[in-house]
């Protein structure tokens, strides 16, 4: 595995308690793969000559080509057969183009978009979108069980990373009206953490609300499972797939901007569900406004 960071090594975690033996590469802090009982190597080359499938899980398709491409990266070291999946996500049109190399050098590729923040993935709760060939998806089923079990072939390689834009929409559109119910259940009076106990157990419960109202609740933005860094390249993809395919998006395009204000104010690293700060500013400008009015 190449990529054992925030997402990569809970993946790599249950693929070493399945009873895999999986050896990895990161740039950085190897120790807590390491310390689970994976193999790190100090290079993309000795990892993919020791692996009969190698699984990318890399933040960007900038540090996806640099593993790729260089000197001593995965195409130089590529085995006839050796199967690629791939977990990261980007444009379709950049993964294909990957894979067509991949293929040409006689490698075999899957797309398996995860759709779960790090927990849910520990858990074995998250869910994974497989893009690509029968064949292969059948070559690598237990392995992918290993990860999760909950899986869906949607098609050819390229098509996971539709539904994985898709999930994204609705955890953007979850997550600011989770901040939204948070924030409406402090102003009426009741503790935010009574908020997030009683939604969670009804009909306006969602996996956004139960993972981030005890968090907007308890204020603890960081370390962030998901950090507003990573949805960033979500938003801009999202968009693009909804402008291209002539969808409304009013949820989504509302939703947009909140998260567009954390990014632009330096909260980059902090959880997503930081989003509430915004929502209690704006509220407050409103109450400020509500009360000037009454006094006129």
Avoid: W
């Avoid at 797939?241 to 902090?270: H, I, N, Q, W």
Wanted: charged share 25%; hydrophobic share 45%.
């Amino acid at each position: 595995m190449i990529g054992i960071g925030q997402l990569g090594l809970p993946i790599a975690i249950n693929l070493i308690n399945s009873g895999y033996k999986v050896v990895g590469y990161r740039r950085t802090d190897r120790e807590a793969f390491a310390a689970c009982g994976g193999d790190a190597k100090d290079s993309v080359a000795d990892v993919t000559r020791e692996s009969d499938v190698l699984l990318l899980c890399l933040p960007n398709e900038k540090a996806q080509l640099d593993i790729l491409e260089q000197p001593e990266g995965v195409l130089a070291n590529l085995k006839a057969g050796q199967v690629i999946i791939e977990l990261g996500t980007y444009r379709r049109e950049f993964k294909l183009e990957q894979a067509r190399k991949i293929q040409a050098l006689g490698g075999l590729v899957l797309e398996a978009e995860v759709s779960g923040s790090p927990q849910m993935v520990g858990e074995r709760k998250a869910a994974l979108y497989i893009g690509g060939s029968k064949e292969t998806l059948d070559r690598c089923s237990e392995i992918l069980d290993a990860i999760t079990a909950h899986r869906f072939h949607l098609g050819d390689y390229g098509s996971a990373v539709a539904m994985k834009l898709i999930a994204n929409q609705l955890l953007t559109i979850h997550t600011l009206a989770a901040a939204e119910a948070i924030n409406l259940g402090v102003s009426a009076g009741f503790d935010a953490h009574r908020v997030a106990e009683v939604i969670k157990q009804g009909a306006g419960n969602s996996t956004m609300f139960s993972i981030r109202a005890p968090m907007m609740a308890s204020r603890k933005f960081s370390p962030a499972p998901g950090p507003f860094d990573t949805l960033e390249k979500y938003l801009d993809l999202t968009g693009e797939m909804a402008t291209k395919l002539g969808c409304a998006t009013p949820l989504f395009s509302a939703s947009v901007p909140y998260f567009r204000r954390a990014l632009e104010g330096g909260m980059g690293g902090e959880d997503i569900s930081a989003v509430i700060k915004f929502i209690e500013a704006d509220s407050a400008l409103q109450k400020l406004d509500k009360f000037n009015k009454d006094i006129q």
